[in-house]
């Protein structure tokens, strides 16, 4: 009889464990579909679940066929019974009655949400935001770093927001971000690409304040707003850091040169030293083999399928205004056809260009020597590898060129004459 009653009693409780499986199963099913007919469904397989009552109400606020915001509010307040402390909840009910014009109850949502979740990245997201449209600039900054400590990943947005309701760095700063290299980082991009230089600066000393390690391309934005807007010392100083905090050792070079990695030992493509823009026709690349000195030379080769206008071996370099400069370097051809042959060129915006002979033909290592002399508002220049255009019949360009040990090197100041005794 035991026995029997007890066969009886699993019996029943695996029909019902079934039963409410299946029902389950069902609400979900129901509620994946993403659809009206599904949600209400759902809820009437479910009506214990607060999650459905939740999508229903979604789906009334942000519904592109149809909205009712009213219905959306008591889908939500419905739900909360069943689940108080649903802080997603809190935060849809928060923006839907912010959206009817009901400000009062908004905060009084987010703040039950930010009651039940005080730690919650999201939450403090959303109410400093709703701070931040109410005019409420201090508190929202601090809801917007307590944001950022806990999720980082916000931290781009925020500078966004946060800059255009006020773009003063020192708020920025002391406010919004936390000490952190991870946020410096992100907001450095985000204020480098609003061309925003002196807050970009502040933030980049802030980092640099940190010893930080990272990748040398994160600092590339930055790096080329300072040289885009001609500031080149900080750009020079900026670079300096930037190798420090990547480990790049310093390649060597001349004492004295301006010229980052003349000898191309580095391989370094960004920021203040070689870039390289590949083309149709040439290849370039690094020579073991083929060198002056050190550990490798700059090679390129043309293939003689084109008649190339080329300037693909291109450097920025900061230098100083009225300052004279010695620009020297090494250059090798071989077996380079047409009647336009390799030369680099030194330019700035204010300041007359000079260029080394072109090497034609087949050459041995042949140095040049050139002077050149920096305008009063000089803070830029750049030195490009380059190739003129034929105007021959017989114009494609084949061979190869190597260079190395470039410097560009300042020069003394003369001394001022005496004045002379009457």
């Given at each position: 009889?035991?026995?029997?009653?007890?066969?009886?009693?699993?019996?029943?409780?695996?029909?019902?464990?079934?039963?409410?499986?299946?029902?389950?199963?069902?609400?979900?099913?129901?509620?994946?579909?993403?659809?009206?007919?599904?949600?209400?469904?759902?809820?009437?397989?479910?009506?214990?679940?607060?999650?459905?009552?939740?999508?229903?109400?979604?789906?009334?606020?942000?519904?592109?066929?149809?909205?009712?915001?009213?219905?959306?509010?008591?889908?939500?307040?419905?739900?909360?019974?069943?689940?108080?402390?649903?802080?997603?909840?809190?935060?849809?009910?928060?923006?839907?009655?912010?959206?009817?014009?009901?400000?009062?109850?908004?905060?009084?949502?987010?703040?039950?949400?930010?009651?039940?979740?005080?730690?919650?990245?999201?939450?403090?997201?959303?109410?400093?935001?709703?701070?931040?449209?109410?005019?409420?600039?201090?508190?929202?900054?601090?809801?917007?770093?307590?944001?950022?400590?806990?999720?980082?990943?916000?931290?781009?947005?925020?500078?966004?927001?946060?800059?255009?309701?006020?773009?003063?760095?020192?708020?920025?700063?002391?406010?919004?971000?936390?000490?952190?290299?991870?946020?410096?980082?992100?907001?450095?991009?985000?204020?480098?690409?609003?061309?925003?230089?002196?807050?970009?600066?502040?933030?980049?000393?802030?980092?640099?304040?940190?010893?930080?390690?990272?990748?040398?391309?994160?600092?590339?934005?930055?790096?080329?707003?300072?040289?885009?807007?001609?500031?080149?010392?900080?750009?020079?100083?900026?670079?300096?850091?930037?190798?420090?905090?990547?480990?790049?050792?310093?390649?060597?070079?001349?004492?004295?040169?301006?010229?980052?990695?003349?000898?191309?030992?580095?391989?370094?493509?960004?920021?203040?030293?070689?870039?390289?823009?590949?083309?149709?026709?040439?290849?370039?690349?690094?020579?073991?083999?083929?060198?002056?000195?050190?550990?490798?030379?700059?090679?390129?080769?043309?293939?003689?399928?084109?008649?190339?206008?080329?300037?693909?071996?291109?450097?920025?370099?900061?230098?100083?205004?009225?300052?004279?400069?010695?620009?020297?370097?090494?250059?090798?051809?071989?077996?380079?056809?047409?009647?336009?042959?390799?030369?680099?060129?030194?330019?700035?915006?204010?300041?007359?260009?000079?260029?080394?002979p072109e090497l034609r033909a087949t050459e041995p290592w042949t140095p040049w020597t050139l002077s050149w002399q920096a305008g009063k508002d000089s803070r830029i220049a750049q030195i490009c590898v380059s190739r003129a255009p034929s105007q021959k019949f017989d114009n494609k360009i084949a061979g190869t060129a190597w260079l190395d040990d470039l410097a560009l090197v300042p020069l003394p100041a003369a001394p001022s004459p005496e004045k002379v005794r009457p």
């Amino acid at each position: 009889m035991v026995r029997r009653t007890l066969l009886l009693a699993a019996v029943v409780l695996a029909g019902t464990l079934s039963f409410f499986a299946v029902r389950f199963a069902a609400a979900e099913y129901f509620s994946s579909l993403d659809t009206l007919a599904g949600f209400e469904e759902a809820v009437r397989l479910e009506p214990g679940n607060a999650r459905h009552w939740h999508l229903l109400g979604r789906y009334w606020q942000f519904g592109l066929d149809q909205q009712d915001f009213p219905r959306a509010i008591e889908l939500y307040r419905h739900s909360l019974l069943l689940d108080p402390r649903a802080p997603a909840v809190w935060l849809d009910l928060a923006s839907a009655y912010e959206t009817q014009g009901d400000l009062s109850s908004a905060r009084s949502a987010l703040l039950s949400a930010k009651k039940s979740h005080p730690v919650s990245a999201e939450v403090a997201w959303h109410y400093g935001n709703f701070l931040l449209r109410q005019g409420e600039m201090d508190s929202a900054f601090a809801e917007i770093h307590r944001s950022l400590e806990s999720d980082p990943s916000r931290t781009a947005e925020a500078v966004s927001v946060c800059w255009s309701a006020n773009p003063d760095s020192q708020v920025l700063l002391g406010q919004v971000l936390p000490s952190s290299p991870v946020v410096y980082l992100a907001a450095l991009q985000v204020l480098a690409a609003d061309g925003a230089v002196d807050a970009s600066l502040d933030v980049w000393n802030r980092l640099a304040a940190l010893h930080p390690h990272f990748p040398l391309q994160e600092a590339s934005p930055f790096l080329d707003l300072l040289l885009r807007t001609a500031h080149g010392t900080e750009a020079a100083q900026v670079w300096k850091q930037a190798l420090e905090f990547a480990e790049i050792p310093d390649p060597g070079g001349p004492s004295g040169s301006v010229l980052w990695d003349g000898g191309f030992e580095s391989n370094v493509r960004n920021g203040l030293s070689w870039r390289i823009q590949e083309d149709k026709g040439v290849q370039i690349g690094y020579d073991g083999a083929v060198k002056h000195s050190g550990r490798q030379s700059l090679r390129i080769h043309f293939d003689g399928s084109r008649n190339l206008g080329f300037s693909g071996v291109c450097q920025v370099v900061p230098v100083t205004p009225l300052t004279a400069y010695q620009f020297s370097g090494w250059m090798r051809t071989e077996t380079i056809t047409s009647d336009r042959g390799i030369f680099v060129a030194l330019s700035s915006r204010d300041s007359p260009s000079v260029s080394t002979p072109e090497l034609r033909a087949t050459e041995p290592w042949t140095p040049w020597t050139l002077s050149w002399q920096a305008g009063k508002d000089s803070r830029i220049a750049q030195i490009c590898v380059s190739r003129a255009p034929s105007q021959k019949f017989d114009n494609k360009i084949a061979g190869t060129a190597w260079l190395d040990d470039l410097a560009l090197v300042p020069l003394p100041a003369a001394p001022s004459p005496e004045k002379v005794r009457p």
